[in-house]
């Protein structure tokens, strides 16, 4: 098994920024693809960012590109969501979720899951 741990989530004003920590253990971190999902109120949980084992290869939802950078550190087991400019639309749970193999954004294809870290932005 591979347990996640979300934090960083807090409340901002629009236009601030936060950084969000995913750290892992149980299992060998730097085989899986990490990803980052959000849910919003009353809403479906989506596709925000990922990034391959090797850090190589990052995605974004077009709503956040230009706004938010994956990385990760494979030495400290952790993955990161650095978010900028942030818009109160971009208020949810952030959940950060691993698989292994290819990249999907496809929220059920990934295998493991943090409990969430809330973000809210105010207006």
């Known amino acids: 098994q591979l347990q996640l741990v979300e934090s960083g989530g807090r409340l901002v004003q629009a236009g601030g920024s936060l950084r969000l920590s995913c750290a892992a253990s149980g299992r060998t971190f730097n085989s899986y693809f990490m990803g980052w999902f959000r849910q919003a109120p009353g809403k479906e949980r989506e596709f925000v960012s990922a990034i391959r084992w090797s850090g190589s290869n990052t995605y974004y939802a077009d709503s956040v590109k230009g706004r938010f950078t994956i990385s990760r550190d494979n030495v400290k087991n952790t993955v990161y969501l650095q978010m900028n400019s942030l818009k109160p639309e971009d208020t949810a749970v952030y959940y950060c979720?691993?698989?292994?193999?290819?990249?999907?954004?496809?929220?059920?294809?990934?295998?493991?899951w943090g409990q969430g870290t809330q973000v809210t932005v105010s207006s």
């Open positions: 979720a691993a698989r292994r193999f290819q990249y999907t954004d496809k929220v059920w294809d990934y295998n493991y």
